[in-house]
């Protein structure tokens, strides 16, 4: 049911496949229309850089895609509804919570998970300043955290202490290490520029 | 989750046509997919629309028409908006999180469904879910219920921000069925439960929310949302205000209000209106006007401090509007 | 060890785990992923006591993907819970019986988890229902458990005591059940290999929780293996093996494939515990300038039919507080057909505090003593019931610096006499006091021919830090730098006798075993290097040998131990330590802190809103500046939850009513307020030689209290019945 185009960054392959039986994967459809046979969709999308195609049942969530589809288990699920964040990524460059995006929506579309967020072996200047300034603790929420962080800074939304603090409070941290978080942002909102 | 089958209309006319009764339009996902997730709403088709040619924002020709696909983050920080219509900016600022405003469609917002946890939960009887079934809240806990409008079959509030501020904007929601187009006031757009709670829109099978049509109101300049939860951020209202004035020196010559968290629909508050209008802008009027606010309410047992809080809200936003002259 | 060269003890640290945590390739539970992988998921009761006459699992079994449906009728056998361990006491599957509402009923095991999902909801249940016992109010006065009293000669009462004192204060306090909301919802990944258990699930207790897995599904404890590198939070919720866990691991072993359950959000409010509901009634008799002359302090506490965690809020806070000649704690518990109750961070000094700290704001304004001086006033130098001193207690140093720190002096004490525009502001203040404990507690030290250290022990990082303080001491006590030392906790098959992370006593217990391995290890590496033939040093007088800086050295010779291990040709050398208290010692060890915070309330709308917080804190000694700032910074949110957001009523038929975080609401980001936190450096002499106390549960002690005397000084209302929420200050 899920297969990879091209894919070479590690991890990726390994999971491939383990979470549902192996099925033939139609490649020519690029349509999301459904399929009346089998009623599975057909996805092609980038993640992380990497063309991707996937066919699924029509209710599978991003989040569930990129844990169980493409062993990407750095998205984390939290909760499921929408109400925790742990679960962000981009999608075509916007803050989203996966667990309410469905996969069969994104055909053409560019997601970003944590696992792409890095300049190749370089941290990305978020991942380096949480830990800087110790914005984690368990560190389950902190893939969201650092992913709702990013996009805020692009948006422009991280002006004030204020701001980072209401744009963030859809990231829920449960250790609380939001004081960390608030200076890791203001830490690599300095060095983004 | 139930199973669907997806399809993506390529055209409105085709989303109409596709549409009807057990399918489901499919914009932003916050509401449809976490409620059918919880097997709340279980269509067995979803009409994936966020393709279709719904976007835009347009101020030509005065007042402001917002395409039901636009995002409510999008809208929000739109100069335009911000301007124009400051309390709708403040709605949609106030609303969610940041990713489910990212996400979350201004069509959609209009229609997602009560924040009730007996609806939510389908372990529970409830009659807007299942007709009939019988109602835990108005017995149970209450605290976050309405004392407006509410019936002795529902007491669930209608959980968003931006349709109270669209509510006292006098907007309209243009709609495409299969019989054509049409533009319902939003204020009649939403129906009291009654003994039907099922029944929350004036919506026809099969109809889409096109476009959010807000008239031309120069004076909303100094308008304002105030938002009133237990945390500070990401809750639904205990209780909102949307209030517009137009003064003469300190006078008081029109005045919009509307109220959130307190009704079984985003509650436009004409009375307070009246009372405000021909009056000096002071406290002692506000507090005056509001008074008059709580005509009707009926609370519950664990909401009876709702009606106060209404009254301390639409005082609140007025004083922090008079901050912005 | 403060003198080590390298003297990483007490600076700032990064946390070692933190790179990969940021880049997302930290392995929590459910993100295992092991071939031929199966998902289960849970089916709860919809009714809250009784019994299941009838399960229908046709539409489930029909359902694609579904492999097995399990169910009280079709059960997985698991061994009943030993009745000497607290928890739940029945196992899930066993018997019809319905104990509370969400109580496990099924279990379907599918190829994919939205198909498992998906088909539990095709699950239907009938029942036979009783009445549930839900009302701690209707159930109360519960049953006495913890009587605690010592009177003056003569006195034959407290109530007596309480009536002969010039000025007497009663405070009754209430909070509903509360949850622990680890952000990483419960999960298990269990995998078999021929009689082999590996089972991937979040344990606060690895050893512990492998041995009770053993014991309930009948298997050689030497072959089941808990593995939890990383854990996504625990507070309390991830010390006992909840029924998922064993579900997971019988399933698998009754299909003969790897098995994952991972809870969603809302499972986790019930099939796992929850703090108590708690009603207390403090009463407090003084003399006219506050000294204490009684004190009273009764609770009421929810106690789960299916069992759980016992809620004695009285016992580690008003026993030991103040000075006082006349004291009792009646701790009483109410049986209620709720879900299990469990120990959740600060577990009884968290509500227990609350009672005493906002009793004793009431006798300050009473009595017109400063809150501040009031405390100093009934300052204790021994624990006030059975006399003994405290091993280190610098309280009143907390007050000093705390006041100066937070600017409390002339403070005027006229609630409702300050405003910031339409904001009324007020400030309070309030003493902390947490139990410090230590166990006995065994760690491993290894020096690795790849010139790494690797530090380890069976105790669990919750974000607690404990990798990072592993790391810290092992490099300090070896002189080496921090990047070299690799720690592993999270893994039942290290060493025997590894702490639990619960209790605030990792740090407290796991420092003197890592520092004894180090020396262990040290010895190890130089009787080696004297009796390996192969090695430059072969056949030297160990005692001529010395080890200093992670080199071996000797008549002028100094070798670096990855040389020596490869010259000797041999992979590693490494050593055990284990250490234990001294159980016969004469003292109290508790942590103390006092808490100011500043707290502002619209005129209008009433809301709470905590501006800023000053908290100081006797913990004895620090290893990690950094995380320790973090985790007390991060506790004193938890406290502001605790006092303005945190409650879940539960309804008469045992449903629990805000149970999705939606709901349930726990601080975000906007709710911090500005946190200045500092720590006094006295080491506690006679915890330990290196003198840490623990610092994971304290901040959060008494920050309710703060946060509702400074409403009251603000407002002039006060708020008993937790939350503070708007409503109440109207």
């Not at chain 1, 969709?41 to 029509?58: H, I």
């Not at chain 2, 835009?56 to 739109?78: F, K, P, Q």
């Not at chain 3, 690795?448 to 490099?475: E, P, Q």
């Amino acid at each position: 049911m899920t297969q990879h185009e091209g894919i070479t960054r590690r991890g990726l392959l390994g999971m491939v496949g383990t979470a549902a039986a192996a099925a033939t994967v139609p490649l020519g459809g690029g349509s999301a229309a459904a399929q009346p046979d089998t009623g599975e969709v057909t996805v092609r999308m980038t993640v992380n850089g990497t063309a991707t195609s996937l066919t699924a049942d029509p209710r599978v969530t991003l989040l569930d895609a990129v844990r169980e589809r493409l062993g990407l288990t750095g998205t984390k699920k939290g909760c499921d509804r929408g109400q925790c964040g742990a679960c962000t990524v981009h999608v075509d460059g916007r803050r989203v919570v996966s667990c309410l995006t469905l996969l069969a929506t994104l055909d053409g579309a560019s997601v970003t998970t944590i696992e792409g967020l890095a300049d190749g072996d370089r941290p990305h200047p978020l991942q380096r300043a949480f830990v800087d300034q110790d914005g984690l603790q368990c560190g389950f929420c902190t893939p969201g955290q650092i992913m709702s962080a990013a996009a805020v800074i692009a948006e422009g939304r991280a002006r004030t202490d204020d701001e980072i603090r209401e744009q963030m409070s859809g990231n829920i941290c449960r250790c609380s290490a939001y004081p960390g978080i608030l200076a890791a942002i203001r830490q690599a909102r300095t060095e983004m520029r | 989750m139930r199973s669907y089958a997806f399809e993506r209309p390529g055209t409105v006319t085709d989303a109409v046509r596709r549409a009807g009764s057990g399918s489901a339009f499919l914009a932003g996902g916050t509401t449809l997919v976490d409620l059918m997730k919880l097997e709340v709403m279980t269509p067995d088709r979803v009409l994936d629309i966020n393709r279709l040619p719904l976007r835009g924002l347009d101020t030509t020709g005065g007042g402001l028409r917002i395409g039901a696909l636009e995002r409510m983050s999008d809208v929000a920080a739109d100069p335009r908006v911000r301007r124009a219509y400051p309390v709708l900016g403040q709605a949609l600022d106030l609303s969610a999180s940041g990713q489910l405003r990212t996400m979350a469609s201004i069509g959609g917002n209009l229609l997602q469904r009560t924040r009730c946890g007996y609806f939510r939960d389908v372990s529970t009887p409830c009659n807007k879910r299942l007709p009939g079934s019988g109602c835990p809240a108005i017995g149970g806990e209450n605290r976050t219920h309405a004392v407006l409008g509410a019936s002795g079959s529902c007491a669930a509030t209608h959980p968003s921000d931006l349709a109270v501020a669209l509510v006292a904007l006098d907007a309209k929601v243009r709609l495409q069925g299969r019989e054509g187009a049409r533009t319902v006031d939003l204020r009649d757009f939403y129906l009291l439960p009654g003994d039907t709670p099922h029944l929350e829109h004036d919506l026809r099978p099969g109809e889409l929310v096109t476009e959010v049509v807000v008239p031309a109101l120069p004076w909303a300049r100094r308008s304002t949302y105030v938002k009133i939860r237990d945390r500070r951020s990401f809750e639904f209202a205990l209780s909102s205000a949307a209030v517009a004035v137009r003064l003469d020196g300190d006078t008081i010559v029109e005045a919009r209000v509307a109220v959130g968290g307190m009704g079984t629909r985003p509650w436009r508050l004409t009375a307070v209106e009246r009372a405000l209008v021909g009056r000096r802008a002071t406290e002692e009027t506000y507090v005056a006007a509001a008074a008059t606010a709580v005509e009707g309410t009926r609370p519950l047992r664990h909401n009876a401090y709702k009606p106060e809080l209404m009254k301390r809200t639409l005082v609140r936003a007025l004083l922090e509007l008079e901050q912005t002259r | 060890m403060t003198t080590s060269p390298i003297g990483r003890i007490g600076r700032e640290t990064d946390r070692v785990d933190g790179p990969l945590k940021a880049a997302g390739g930290a392995r929590y539970a459910a993100d295992h992923q092991p071939e031929g992988l199966l998902h289960a998921h849970l089916v709860q009761a919809t009714v809250g006591r009784g019994s299941v006459r009838r399960v229908d699992v046709s539409r489930a079994e029909a359902a694609p993907g579904v492999v097995a449906v399990f169910t009280p009728f079709r059960p997985l056998p698991l061994n009943p819970p030993s009745p000497q361990q607290s928890g739940e006491n029945y196992s899930a599957l066993q018997d019809t019986a319905v104990r509370f509402r969400g109580q496990v009923i099924g279990l379907v095991v599918a190829d994919t988890p939205e198909r498992a999902r998906d088909a539990a909801a095709l699950v239907s249940a009938d029942y036979a229902v009783t009445p549930s016992r839900t009302s701690l109010a209707d159930g109360s006065p519960g049953v006495a458990q913890g009587v605690v009293q010592k009177l003056a000669d003569g006195v034959p009462s407290i109530d007596a005591a309480l009536a002969a004192s010039p000025v007497t204060v009663t405070t009754s306090v209430s909070q509903h059940a509360q949850h622990h909301i680890a952000m990483e919802p419960h999960a298990t990944t269990a995998v078999w290999v021929d009689d082999h258990l590996t089972v991937y699930t979040g344990a606060q207790a690895p050893q512990r929780a492998a041995a009770t897995i053993a014991a309930r599904l009948g298997v050689d404890p030497a072959k089941v293996r808990v593995l939890c590198r990383y854990t996504g939070g625990g507070f309390g919720q991830r010390s006992p093996v909840w029924n998922e866990a064993l579900l997971c691991a019988a399933a698998a072993r009754a299909l003969g494939r790897p098995v994952k359950v991972v809870l969603s959000r809302e499972q986790v409010f019930t099939a796992i515990g929850h703090r108590g509901a708690v009603r207390q009634t403090i009463r407090l008799g003084a003399d006219t300038d506050g000294r204490l002359l009684a004190l009273s302090h009764e609770s009421d506490g929810e106690l789960p039919a299916a069992g759980g965690w016992q809620m004695m809020p009285g016992r580690d806070t008003s026993a030991v507080m103040y000075r006082t000649p006349n004291i009792r704690i009646d701790q009483r518990l109410v049986t209620l057909d709720t879900p299990p109750t469990w120990s959740m961070r600060a577990p009884a000094e968290a509500p227990g505090m609350f009672a005493l700290e906002t009793a004793m704001d009431e006798l300050s304004v009473r009595t017109g003593v400063d809150p501040v001086e009031l405390r100093l006033r009934n300052h204790a130098t021994e624990d006030p019931v059975e006399g003994r001193p405290f091993s280190s207690k610098h309280l009143e140093e907390c007050y000093r610096v705390g006041a100066e720190r937070f600017g409390w002096s002339g403070r005027r004490a006229r609630p409702r006499s300050r405003t910031d525009g339409d904001w009324l502001v007020g400030t309070g203040m309030a003493s902390a006091i947490y139990p410090a404990w230590r166990q006995s507690a065994t760690a491993r030290v290894r020096f690795g021919d790849d010139g790494r250290v690797t530090v380890s022990s069976a105790t669990s990082d919750l974000g607690t830090g404990s990798f990072t303080v592993l790391a810290v001491v092992g490099a300090d006590e070896l002189g080496v730098p921090v990047g070299s030392v690799d720690a592993e906790v999270g893994d039942s098959a290290l060493p025997p006798g590894g702490v639990g992370a619960y209790g605030s006593s990792v740090t407290t217990s796991t420092v003197p075993a890592v520092q004894a391995a180090c020396r262990a290890a040290v010895e190890a590496l130089v009787r080696a290097a004297v009796e390996n033939p192969r090695s430059p040093f072969a056949g030297l007088d160990p005692a001529a040998v010395r080890y200093r800086r992670g080199r071996v050295e000797a008549r002028g010779r100094s070798v670096d131990f990855r040389t020596l291990l490869h010259a000797m040709g041999v992979p590693l050398v490494e050593a055990v330590g284990a250490t234990d208290p001294n159980t016969t010692s004469p003292y109290r060890f508790h942590c103390f802190g006092a808490h100011f915070c500043e707290v502002r309330v619209h005129r209008l709308t009433g809301e709470p809103r905590v501006a800023r917080f000053t908290s100081v804190f006797d913990v004895g000694r620090v290893v990690n500046a950094k995380a320790a700032r973090s985790q007390l910074r991060g506790s004193i949110i938890w406290g502001v939850g605790h006092a303005l957001l945190e409650a879940d009523p539960i309804e008469p038929d045992g449903r629990f009513a805000a149970a999705t975080m939606a709901d349930y609401l726990v601080p975000v980001h906007a709710d911090t307020p500005e946190i200045d936190v500092h720590w006094l450096d006295h080491p506690d002499p006679h915890i330990s030689e290196f003198g840490a106390r623990g610092l994971g549960e304290i901040g959060l002690v008494s920050v309710a209290a703060a946060i509702g005397n400074a409403v009251f000084d603000a407002t002039g209302t006060r708020v008993h019945d937790l939350p503070i929420t708007l409503d109440k200050l109207l």
